[in-house]
């Protein structure tokens, strides 16, 4: 941070500690709002994206391009990409990783925000008022606390407050290391989230708010001190003028180099992913998604304003859904009025804070578009932006808007001296109580978020695999999906056991084929099972064989038709030498199964449909015969 000594201060109050005192507070609050949040973290697990991220970059030895580089639900985010490839190689399925990432990203964008407001308002000890209730609303709270929305969101965060104070510093004091610093912002940014794209549109206005409102004071002209604080001389016009000219000189390198990086992201992003988020996954669903202003009133009237209290104070989750706001009417009246009380107190004592305060309310717009871009279609909701991961980043505009007022120059007149004699106690009365509404809505939020199903099913899931794995048989494990209210089979095949356990030690073969079938029931354990038949492989003409195969296979018709699924064989089979055979129904997918000389049984897992089997032996064995048994589903027996 800058010391309080590299610019002046802008208010005739004076500092009451000093700048290494105030620099430990910034600490110890950003230090304590990234406690709770973890805290709040702590109490979930692995959920939905989690699951996927976890088993897209467990299946890649290394992290190359081909994982750094992929299309995660039309996001690019090769730095989120990173740090899931090292949480799913260095702990598989260990949530203690996953947390600390989500600690040392939120130290960070709390170390960012806090620089923010030191250059804003110039190491004053006022800082820490705009820095507490950024850090405590529960705006930013849920993508703080989910992981593969954490990845994206924290370093968004970081990035467009550290792009902000960098610009500021740059106009002030022109020195390129700030130029560098708000250019690596945007690239740190875009390495996580598309919406980093908005990062140097963010600084940009916040530079001009910021020139506007300290123009008074510290533009190239003088305060008008007669006549109304808003009256403006023609020099005063030409000399505003004269300081935006030289603000786009000071400025305008870092621009260019902005606006190269964006090309260059652009590029890449067409190539890699060519579309907005969601647009790949298929719909039953008939009709067109919410409206616009569904979205609208469902962002600005649920979502954000209720927050500017420390609301919603309630949650609703619908399983396997992420907790959404749910204000009481209570709470979105109160965010109203604080939003009120702000304002009236802004545009009484502070001069030239009306078009910061248009910025803070228009932001939200920009979530709002980009949902209706990237995710609009028959499955959405409106209440998708009552997540509220889709506006973590208002919470960097909300706070450098409040910097600005607190920075602006103080209105003259009776009314604005009025206001500045209770203006003190009235902001630490507002602070304790949007504080104390946000630590409810923190509690309250955290036991909603504590329900995973996820956690519920995997963990005993784990540790009953372990278990068979160790057993003398030690036999391998039928692909199943999981639950529904772990993961939606929309997301197939991500939802299958194979996927979702990768990379996890100790666990049997997941596959094709076991000799001992079990199923999971619905608290994770394994109870043994049997084929109930849909259909049967009849007994076949041979007497002492039923169907032979030779070394160049054959089909076995069934009983009857199967639809397109998949399906378990009981195979009862008697083969001549050690080797593998391979298994497909007429349509669909071949599974290829161990067999070993003798009389044995195995249970075969295929994808597909038709009236028939075929079997192909190979690696050794070139004749089997084929017993009769079922096609069908497994049941527990």
């Known amino acids: 941070m800058p010391s309080a000594a590299e610019v002046p201060a802008t208010s005739s109050t004076p500092a009451t500690i000093s700048s290494r005192a105030l620099v430990g507070l910034c600490a110890l609050v950003v230090v304590a709002a990234t406690a709770l949040r973890t805290w709040v973290a702590g109490a979930g697990w692995f959920y939905w994206d989690d699951l996927l991220l976890h088993g897209h970059a467990a299946a890649h030895r290394l992290p190359g391009a081909e994982l750094l580089l992929s299309d995660h639900d039309g996001h690019l985010m090769p730095g989120g990409m990173a740090l899931v490839w090292l949480a799913a190689h ?30 804003l308002l110039r190491g004053r000890p006022v800082l820490l008022v705009p820095l507490v209730l950024a850090l405590a609303i529960p705006l930013g709270l849920p993508a703080a606390t989910w992981w593969s929305a954490a990845v994206n969101a924290l370093p968004l965060t970081a990035a467009m407050a550290w792009a902000v104070a960098s610009t500021i510093r740059l106009a002030e004091t022109g020195h390129r290391r700030h130029a560098v610093g708000a250019v690596l912002a945007t690239v740190v940014g875009l390495l996580f989230v598309e919406k980093a794209v908005l990062v140097p549109v963010v600084a940009a206005a916040v530079l001009l708010c910021w020139w506007w409102t300290v123009k008074g004071d510290h533009g190239d002209y003088k305060n008008n001190q007669h006549g109304d604080d808003d009256d403006e001389t023609a020099a005063d016009h030409r000399a505003r003028h004269r300081g935006l000219a030289l603000l786009w000189r000071s400025t305008r390198a870092m621009w260019a180099a902005q606006a190269l990086v964006l090309a260059a992201w652009a590029a890449v992003f067409a190539v890699t992913v060519g579309r907005a988020g969601g647009g790949l996954v298929p719909s039953d669903s008939d009709g067109p998604g919410p409206g616009l202003w569904a979205l609208v009133d469902n962002t600005y009237r649920l979502s954000v304003l209720p927050t500017l209290a420390g609301g919603p104070w309630q949650w609703e989750r619908w399983h396997p859904g992420p907790p959404m706001a749910d204000p009481p009417a209570m709470a979105v009246a109160a965010g ?23 910025l803070a309310a ?49 209105r003259q007149g009776r009314r604005a001296l009025a206001a500045a004699r209770w203006e003190r106690w009235a902001v630490a009365g507002l602070v304790v109580v949007v504080v104390s509404s946000s630590s409810y809505s923190l509690l309250t939020y955290r036991g909603v978020w504590a329900e995973q199903p996820s956690r519920d099913y995997l963990l005993p899931l784990v540790e009953a695999l372990r278990e068979r794995e160790s057993s003398p048989s030690g036999e391998p494990m039928l692909e199943t999906e999981v639950p529904p209210e772990v993961l939606l089979p929309v997301t197939a095949p991500a939802n299958r056991l194979g996927a979702v356990l990768a990379g996890v030690p100790g666990l049997p073969p997941i596959g094709a084929w076991t000799g001992e079938p079990v199923v999971v029931d619905a608290s994770g354990g394994l109870r043994p099972a049997d084929v109930v038949p849909g259909r049967t492989i009849p007994q076949g003409p041979e007497a002492d064989c039923g169907h032979r195969v030779s070394a160049d296979g054959a089909r076995i018709g069934l009983d009857g038709p199967l639809l397109y699924r998949d399906w378990v064989l009981r195979l009862n089979l008697l083969v001549d030498a050690d080797g593998t055979v391979a298994v497909r129904l007429d349509e669909g997918e071949e599974a290829t199964v161990p067999v070993t000389a003798g009389l044995g049984t195995v249970f075969v897992r295929v994808e597909g449909g038709g009236t028939g089997v075929t079997l192909t032996p190979s690696g050794g064995t070139a004749d089997l015969c084929v017993g009769s048994g079922p096609v069908g589903v497994l049941v527990p027996r």
Do not use: K, N
Request: with cysteine; net charge positive.
């Open 90 to 119: 260095t702990a598989p399925l260990d949530f203690r990783l996953p947390l600390l990432q989500i600690a040392a990203l939120h130290l960070l964008a709390g170390a960012a925000l806090a620089r923010m407001l030191w250059v």
């Open 362 to 410: 228009l932001y939200p717009l920009a979530s709002v578009l980009m949902v209706a871009v990237g995710r609009l279609g028959p499955d959405t909701a409106a209440e998708i932006v009552r997540t509220l991961r889709y506006h973590a980043d208002s919470v960097v505009v909300l706070a450098a808007v409040l910097g600005l007022a607190l920075a602006a120059p103080r």
């Open 336 to 358: 109203a009025l604080v939003c009120a009380l702000v304002l009236a107190w802004s545009l009484t004592t502070r001069r030239h804070t009306g078009p910061a305060w248009a």
